[in-house]
């Protein structure tokens, strides 16, 4: 195998790239800032902290959106910059593995190869991978000779359910409920309790600490302007309401697991039975996630060890052990 082979997992909020040349994974905003609408400002995670700051001449934005591409050009300019910086600046003929969702059309899913074919990386292999197989993987599943797993993404903005069996994907359905849904909720009921306008990352960080807060059974203290007077102001809230507004976002996710597990051949859901629900993707952090898709359904839920990085720890794996390198495939020339 290559030295230069990579494994990319482009995720809604953060990309995730592994590099064969040092063995390690890159983890950063997947979020562009474009000044006066054509000069690159800033990208990753310094754009991230610029986010929901910045003057009006400075637009920051993610070019992804549920799981797909949806500003090519940026993120052709993203992609640039990261490998450029993963090569330092010497950038040589790679062999690329794209991680994709499965539940997404033959164009969207074409577009990750052509994002890679038309930037300024010299690609000689674009192979593609099944997320829920390099996230199989990555959570050390042998996905080859496993028989029935029921794998759950919670992402940024969607959710991935998919049932994988010896190799392949048997169901994969994507939901439009994910991290930034719990942050929203947060948001409203901030607003509707405490008359108060916070913004999305103040909302992400009650949620993180949310775990952290309970366990030492005090109130979650948050900034941001009164909607009465418009002054900023502190504010503390109780986790309670907090956690009663989540737990219709969590039932989302699990009356979406029922229908996939309804759908599932009968041979395949007494595995699942036996193996339990594979829990990953950086959204399942949050607290009490995990607990209510265990009660909702009844199954055992495992939890993924490094939640953000499975998918690029699997693509790691389809790269360097030759066992797995058929589960990646080339999408060349369909699709057109
Ligand atoms: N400790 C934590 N507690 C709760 N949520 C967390 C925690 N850490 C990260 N998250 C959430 O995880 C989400 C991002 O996860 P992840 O990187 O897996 O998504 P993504 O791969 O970018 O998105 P997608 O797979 O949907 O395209 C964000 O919504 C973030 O707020
Ligand atoms: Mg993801």
């Given amino acids: 195998m290559n030295t230069h ?10 990309i995730k790239i592994y590099s064969r040349l040092d063995d390690s994974i890159m983890l950063e905003k997947n979020m562009i800032a474009i000044m006066n609408k054509k000069r690159l400002f800033a990208y990753g995670d310094s754009a991230f902290e610029m986010y929901e700051k910045a003057p009006g001449n400075i637009s920051i934005s993610y070019p992804l959106c549920n799981g797909v591409i949806a500003d090519i050009q940026n993120m052709e300019i993203l992609i640039n910059h990261f490998m450029n ?3 330092k600046n010497n950038v040589k003929p790679g062999d690329f593995f794209m991680a994709v969702p499965t539940d997404i059309t033959e164009v969207e899913k074409r577009a990750f190869y052509d994002l ?7 690609a000689r292999r674009i192979m593609v ?5 390099a996230n ?5 599943i042998d996905v080859k000779n496993s028989q029935g797993v029921l794998i759950v993404d919670v992402g940024y903005n969607t959710t991935d359910i998919s049932i994988i069996s010896l190799g392949g994907i048997v169901i994969s359905r994507m939901i439009k409920c994910g991290g930034l849904s719990f942050d929203e909720t947060i948001k409203n009921v901030i607003r509707n309790e405490l008359c108060l306008y916070i913004g999305g990352k103040t909302a992400e960080n009650v949620k993180m600490q949310l775990r952290e807060i ?3 059974g005090i109130n979650a203290v948050v900034y941001g ?3 009465v007077t418009g002054l900023p102001v502190e504010r503390t809230i109780p986790t309670k309401s907090i956690d009663h507004a989540l737990a219709d976002n969590f039932n989302v996710i699990v009356d979406n697991i029922k229908i996939v597990l309804e759908r599932t051949p009968p041979e395949l859901s007494a595995d699942i039975y036996r193996n339990g629900i594979y829990l990953t993707g950086g959204g399942s952090l949050v607290h009490h996630l995990a607990e209510t898709i265990e009660v909702g359904t009844g199954l055992k839920v495992n939890r993924a060890e490094e939640p953000l990085l499975s998918v690029a720890m699997g ?11 058929s589960i990646a495939y080339s999408i060349e020339g369909m699709g057109r």
């Fill in 5 to 14: 082979s990579f494994g990319i997992d482009l995720g809604t909020s953060n």
């Fill in 85 to 87: 910086g993963i090569m």
């Fill in 116 to 122: 890679i074919k038309d930037s300024e990386v010299k």
């Fill in 129 to 133: 991978v099944e997320k829920a197989l």
């Fill in 136 to 140: 199989g993987l990555g959570m050390d």
């Fill in 214 to 216: 309970e366990t030492q």
């Fill in 225 to 227: 302007r009164d909607i």
């Fill in 315 to 325: 693509l790691s794996k389809v790269i360097n052990n030759d066992k797995y390198a």
